[in-house]
């Protein structure tokens, strides 16, 4: 049992916590040791806490013989995204600018995830500023991904989803602006959830006010996923938008989708996607079916230029925050934030793009929910290829798909339609394993704040699984 700790889910660890069978103590011995045997491979952690993690594993696991634990995550190892701020701790978003800033208070988050008693032993990695669909910085270099360590885990929360993958991490956090929770879930073999805007509290000013931007959980099932969104979900004073009705996710849902209306596309009708996606897509599809489910492929027909509505929106917002940054200090950013901040001091000279984007982003979910009104769910490939480098830099680097030159944009993945339509829930969960040992992933949106919707779906798709995805 000891040698397989580390895998153990956050559902499987608690109970047995309560029956005694093991302590959060041996838990994080187990955990700390499998960091210490993959870190050297996969440099998934900007950061450790390893003897204060120790020390809170024990003080867990006193509260477990008293029959006392504190909260409904308590003991179990959670690994905190170096973009979240945790008091006392650096919060260097993957840049040499921040390499020395130290967080003084707790984001809403973490005092929700510190409440419920999991605890934090290392923080993990991210590209600078959280901008890419790799992970690699300066500061903290290349993350890989556990199962083939030439491809990335994705990006940003990618050192969370190769923690998750190695056994290094039992939960762990993630952020979402254009897919950076659920592109290194698909790449990690992992589950990863946006929660609609306004589900889980943000308080960093100005993304509490950003619509594509969400904080949410990453795990390795289903359900130890709902367990920490319902942690961490639920109204702030501080976050106006915040002020939903809290939804509690359940645990478990029946197996069989009977009823369920499901539609589903391949690539939105204009993506370009490798074949072994495709082939892990329709395999997801069938075994949908086979749940009782019915499936129909669709045909969104969203308006044109979606990639250009995301900068046109994003511009004023994101990059252009980065190219403030450019203007003083341009010899400690990552070439390929310079680049992103050009980009959008150019595209900033459109004065209509700001008004532009709103038009495609209205028209973008009158049409998804006018759609969900006679379905459950949709269902999509994750991210379209699963072939990235591990050290891929868009900023010098040519990308390839299905053997041939592309230009780079958002469209190496389906994420980021269901940030622009903001307030969709969206979960990724492992489809399969591509043709280069890596995983593939499904996604699951709804309509607006229909969270449920995808957990149940998620769930049963799940129960499809022969084993575990796990790395060799």
Known sequence: MSESLHYLTATEALKMFRSREISPLELMRAVIARSEACEPKINAFSHTYFEQALDAARASEARYARGEPCGVLDGLPLGMKDEIEVAGQPVTEGSL???HRIAEKDAVLVERLRSAGA????RTTCPEFCSLWNTQSRLFGVTRNPWNLD???GGSSGGSGAALAAGTAM??????IGGSIRFPASMSGVVGFKPPYGRVPETMEPFNLESYCANGPMARTVADTALMQNVISGAHPA????RLPKVDIPLSFPDQLDGTRIAYTLNFDYMDIEDDVARNTLDAIERLRGLGAELVEVQLDFPAGIERAYYGHMDPMFFASIAGKLEQHSEMLCDYNIQMAKDAMRRLEDKAAFYEAALVESQMYARFGTLMEEFDVLVCPTVLTNRMAAD???AKDDYIVKGEVKEFDLSVSTCHLFNMMGRCPAISVPSGIGDNGVPTGLQIASKAYDDV???RVAAAFESTWERPFRPE
């Open 97 to 99: 600018l921040y390499e």
């Open 119 to 122: 605890i934090f032993h290392a």
């Open 151 to 153: 491809i990335t885990p």
């Open 171 to 176: 939960l762990a956090t993630g952020s979402d």
């Open 239 to 242: 976050d106006a938008a915040s």
């Open 392 to 394: 891929f830099n868009p």
């Open 453 to 455: 919707a995808v957990f």
